[in-house]
């Protein structure tokens, strides 16, 4: 639930699990989780008008459910494609995005459906066998699909996590489609100026363009859906599809979301180790993680390093890095219990003698399998140090 019980000109917050004080008639949903703070959350089921009259009273009107029903939370029932614009931008180029990803699910035998977020971008849904498919082969499909929208409008398309990257373009967030993310449902009302409604399209009105989402509202969204009923039926209860047949189409491998083998730095947490290496990335909140996670792993389809070998370090090296990131600067490493905890030297290295340079200041890694984001090389030496 998006709560915002002080108004919309108030603070929000978004809480999962049922309040306390939530009546023992409401309906819940369990879901195991290692985040939550109990191991569990409880979702709210809103499953009749007195549930949803609770809920609103919580000052929740927006609605974020799952991707999956409650009998099966692991696997989706559907995929989508979330569309989200960077100024400056009209929602026409939104829509012309919509339409390239119509012409291709329909070489892949796919149909969509799309709806206004009730914000600024649109979001198209393609239903899915129940129980079918997994989060995975639901997010490498929009990835590939993403990408292949990308290249044929790379100036209006971007995948960029950097939001400095994505001025003035529309941004495929494929990484939504993923176990516990949530976005504005169908028929949602959204707490902006004007009181917009989440509001499913026909293909014809995508095509035909001319309209915003804040045109559809609260005021006349009533009058809409009597003259159309019910779009997002297709969603719910129409045929699913063979998402194997596209996935084999376009030639994309998914990666399993398998636990994450190998060893983990001692201060990683237990429940770490039966985490997959998207949600590690995802928990942390930094996109660029992604890259880094592939790029941790040895071989072709990773890191060019050398694997570590079996002999322990004597605890007395250090590496002075050459980074190649962002800005290239050079990173001091010091040896420390088996691994090269390390510092950013963001004015270079010192060329004067007695002239300090300043680093960062915190140590940034204490693994032995760091990986950078991108390319660098680094030299070491051996010789005393001192952490000091």
């Given at each position: 639930m998006k709560?915002?019980?002080?108004?919309?000109?108030?603070?929000?917050?978004?809480?999962?699990?049922?309040?306390?004080?939530?009546?023992?008639?409401?309906?819940?949903?369990?879901?195991?989780?290692?985040?939550?703070?109990?191991?569990?959350?409880?979702?709210?089921?809103?499953?009749?008008?007195?549930?949803?009259?609770?809920?609103?009273?919580?000052?929740?009107?927006?609605?974020?459910?799952?991707?999956?029903?409650?009998?099966?939370?692991?696997?989706?029932?559907?995929?989508?494609?979330?569309?989200?614009?960077?100024?400056?931008?009209?929602?026409?180029?939104?829509?012309n995005v919509a339409r390239h990803?119509?012409?291709?699910?329909?070489?892949?035998?796919?149909?969509?459906?799309?709806?206004?977020?009730?914000?600024?971008?649109?979001?198209?849904?393609?239903?899915?066998?129940?129980?079918?498919?997994?989060?995975?082969?639901?997010?490498?499909?929009?990835?590939?699909?993403?990408?292949?929208?990308k290249a044929a409008d790379p100036d209006k398309v971007t995948m960029a996590w950097r939001v400095a990257d994505r001025a003035g373009k529309i941004f495929i967030d494929h990484n939504m489609n993923r176990q516990g993310a949530n976005i504005a449902a169908a028929y949602s009302l959204r707490p902006e100026r004007r009181a917009p409604v989440s509001t499913p399209l026909t293909w014809d009105e995508v095509r035909a363009g001319g309209f915003e989402p804040q045109d559809f509202r609260i005021d006349n969204v009533w009058e809409r859906f009597a003259t159309v009923g019910d779009l997002w039926t297709g969603v719910r209860t129409g045929p699913g599809a063979d998402l194997a047949a596209a996935l084999d189409a376009l030639g994309v491998e998914v990666e399993d979301d398998d636990p994450v083998r190998g060893s983990l730095p001692r201060t990683a947490a237990p429940d770490v180790r039966s985490k997959t290496s998207d949600e590690i990335a995802l928990a942390s909140k930094d996109p660029a993680l992604f890259e880094y996670v592939r790029r941790r792993a040895f071989g072709p389809e990773g890191t060019s390093e050398p694997a570590p070998g079996d002999e322990a370090g004597s605890g007395n090296s250090f590496v002075i890095h050459k980074h190649r990131a962002t800005r290239l600067h050079y990173d001091v490493r010091l040896e420390h219990d088996g691994g090269l905890p390390s510092w950013a030297v963001p004015k270079g290295l010192p060329t004067t003698k007695g002239e300090n340079s300043t680093t960062a200041g915190t140590s940034r890694s204490s693994g032995p399998t760091r990986r950078s984001r991108s390319g660098s090389t680094g030299v070491a030496i051996r010789g005393s140090s001192s952490t000091s």
């Open positions: 709560r915002m019980p002080d108004g919309i000109e108030g603070p929000d917050f978004y809480e999962k699990s049922a309040p306390s004080h939530t009546p023992e008639w409401v309906h819940r949903c369990t879901v195991m989780s290692d985040d939550a703070k109990m191991g569990r959350i409880d979702y709210l089921t809103v499953d009749d008008l007195a549930t949803l009259l609770f809920v609103a009273n919580l000052g929740a009107i927006e609605m974020h459910p799952l991707h999956s029903r409650c009998e099966d939370v692991q696997h989706p029932d559907y995929l989508f494609f979330d569309l989200d614009p960077f100024p400056p931008y009209a929602y026409d180029d939104v829509l990803i119509e012409v291709l699910l329909e070489q892949l035998g796919m149909t969509g459906f799309p709806k206004t977020s009730g914000a600024t971008g649109l979001q198209i849904y393609v239903p899915l066998e129940q129980g079918a498919y997994t989060y995975a082969e639901a997010r490498a499909f929009v990835g590939a699909c993403g990408r292949l929208v």
